[in-house]
């Protein structure tokens, strides 16, 4: 199993950006999905979770009504769309398919004036 995020960046505070997650090496459509983020000095924290058909989605109750996590099962693809990103949205962030412990290498996202 593989996962590889991709999408993240430098924006300015306000600003938006999508993070991609490419699944491979397992029936993506039959699992749930989560996205994580981890800031320097910081434990890992939870940011949303998605089921595996898209039907019901959770978020962390600091991004909740910006952020909204989504996937595509024909392309094998999570996403996690942020809006009205802070500075403390600035995280390593990971996607993770919590039913058979599969962790991307996280991609950076930096928010800063």
């Known amino acids: 199993a593989q996962l590889v995020e991709s999408g993240g960046g430098l924006v300015q505070p306000g600003g938006s950006l999508r993070l991609s997650c490419a699944a491979s090496?397992?029936?993506?459509?039959?699992?749930?999905m989560r996205w994580y983020r981890q800031a320097p000095g910081k434990e890992r924290e939870l940011v949303a979770h998605i089921y595996s058909n898209g039907g019901e989605t959770n978020y962390a109750n600091s991004v909740k009504g910006r952020f909204t996590v989504s996937r595509d099962n024909a392309k094998n693809t999570a996403y996690l769309q942020m809006n009205s990103l802070k500075p403390e949205d600035t995280a390593v962030y990971y996607c993770?398919?919590?039913?058979?412990?599969?962790w991307g290498q996280g991609t950076q996202v930096t928010v800063s004036s």
């Open positions: 090496g397992f029936t993506f459509r039959s699992f749930a």
């Open positions: 993770n398919c919590p039913t058979i412990s599969a």
